[in-house]
């Protein structure tokens, strides 16, 4: 993993990945959303309204793959002092937090005609609001300092505690009774769903896999160079010191 | 255009599918912007900071060799 820790071999690993990923994000999703809207049936309980699942679930799976990210690259950063490890996590964050909080918003707009309710304060639903507020909490708290190595050091605690919310949500169906359905996808015995629906949620998922890629790279590069910005600010404030 | 106003419909479900895709759509796309904006505009300031090291470094006379 040492090999990728140098900035200037992540910025040119970035520049052969970032056209690649662009151009699976943007086909994935196009072929993901005329499946999901006109190639697949209606459910026969829920009707039409089961084509919300094709943005709800993958954006649910994206934020807490996001999250795992965030603290994985949050310990490397702890234990081994990573120079991009902090900068990949940070850059995580607003992934992470826009497909969190599309998961909750598609998730009222699905649960209003479905179970008659925008809300409930059920455990499912509940532990995915806490991890929007984990990753918000996580914003603030890395930009909170001056000094940005004590912002880093502090939100990837910060990040790793909240990882306990993790398997909280992953199982939160089976622990407690609740209105959302178990998982039907990633279980034992193979996927409760049909192909024709499993098409566009794949689709989705790797859709929205390589925009979070796409994402990482651009804000790895502008926080790369913020941080070369500083470096250079700080020498001239030095001289211009040292000049006086 | 029957068949754009049944698309619309979605058999009485159009007003929740039609916002979840729509408000998606627009959340990712303003993450996409934003960080290609910051990717660009923090390069840029640091590519003139360079600029502005490297021409103090070679001094006067590289300049007026160029």
Redesign the interface.
């Known amino acids: 993993m040492h090999r990728f820790a140098n900035p200037a071999r992540f910025l040119r690993l970035a520049k052969v990945i970032l056209p690649w990923s662009a151009a699976i994000a943007l086909l994935s999703l196009a072929a993901g959303l005329y499946f999901a809207l006109l190639g697949s049936p209606a459910d026969y309980q829920q009707g039409e309204s089961v084509r919300i699942m094709y943005v709800h679930v993958p954006a649910a799976w994206m934020g807490m793959f996001c999250y795992v990210a965030m603290a994985v690259f949050s310990a490397m950063a702890l234990i081994w002092k990573h120079p991009l490890a902090d900068l990949l996590a940070k850059a995580t964050a607003p992934v992470g937090a826009a497909f969190t909080f599309l998961c909750l918003l598609t998730g009222s707009l699905w649960g209003k005609p479905m179970w008659g309710t925008w809300w409930a304060w059920d455990a499912r639903l509940t532990s995915m609001l806490i991890l929007l507020f984990l990753y918000l909490g996580y914003m603030a708290l890395v930009n909170a300092f001056d000094d940005p190595e004590r912002g880093h050091k502090a939100a990837a605690i910060l990040a790793l505690v909240g990882a306990v919310n993790i398997p909280v949500i992953k199982w939160s169906v089976d622990w407690w009774n609740t209105l959302h359905q178990p998982a039907s996808v990633v279980k034992m015995g193979g996927p409760a769903i049909d192909a024709s629906m499993l098409v566009p949620l794949l689709l989705m998922a790797l859709g929205f896999k390589a925009y979070w890629v796409c994402i990482l790279i651009l804000r790895g590069r502008a926080e790369i160079a913020a941080q070369k910005i500083r470096v250079i600010r700080m020498a001239q404030i030095h001289a211009a010191a040292q000049a006086e | 255009m029957e068949s754009i106003q049944t ?1 619309l419909h ?5 007003g ?2 039609w ?3 729509g ?2 759509v627009v ?2 796309l303003l ?2 912007l ?3 904006a ?2 660009r ?3 840029a ?2 590519d003139v ?2 600029q502005a ?1 490297r021409g103090r470094r070679n001094g006067n006379s590289s300049e007026s060799q160029e």
Do not use: C, H
Not at chain 2, 10 to 14: F, L
């Open positions: 698309m979605m058999g009485g479900y159009g929740y599918i916002p979840a895709y408000i998606s959340v990712l993450v996409l934003a960080s290609l910051a990717a505009k923090n390069e300031e640091l900071l360079q090291r």
